[in-house]
């Protein structure tokens, strides 16, 4: 494995300049750079920014944290895409700007949904039995 790539083969420039936009896109947001009505009273939560391997398409995962629905957020987003990859342009040095495609974050629902499950009388039940058979094998030694 080279010092460059993660332990499965991949280069890891992608993730490095997914994090660089993530960044530039979360400080504009901060200082209310971002033109849109809506987006000043809100708050967005830039989770993730997924490079394509070519480096040509950035998909950033948004979550709005305020009144307004993610596509709100998402439309606000899509419209100034072109003045973020300016923003990104002078901030970032690239070969080629990133084209922007924005999503809504769905790991929040995705983490409430697992904790919910978690926490549901089913999986006590089997965890407390587990936790019972474990002490059991345990006192027999």
């Known amino acids: 494995m080279r010092r460059n790539q993660t332990p499965e083969g991949h280069s890891i420039r992608p993730l490095r300049v997914g994090e660089q936009i993530r960044h530039v896109l979360a400080e504009m947001l901060m200082r209310g750079e971002i033109h849109g009505d809506t987006l000043d009273n809100l708050f967005v939560s830039i989770?993730?920014?997924?490079?394509?391997?070519?480096?040509?398409?950035?998909?950033?995962?948004?979550?709005?944290?305020?009144?307004?629905?993610?596509?709100?957020?998402?439309g606000i987003l899509s419209k100034n895409a072109s003045f973020l990859q300016a923003a990104i342009a002078k901030k970032i040095r690239l070969k080629y700007v990133p084209k922007l495609r924005f999503l809504a974050d769905e790991s929040f629902?995705?983490?409430?949904?697992?904790d919910s499950l978690l926490r549901s009388p089913h999986v006590q039940r089997?965890?407390?039995?587990?936790?019972?058979q474990e002490d059991d094998s345990e006192g027999s030694l």
Request: zero cysteines.
């Open 47 to 74: 989770s993730e920014v997924r490079m394509t391997p070519d480096l040509r398409i950035a998909t950033v995962f948004v979550k709005s944290l305020g009144g307004a629905s993610d596509d709100t957020v998402i």
């Open 109 to 114: 629902e995705q983490g409430s949904r697992i």
């Open 126 to 132: 089997d965890l407390q039995e587990n936790d019972d």
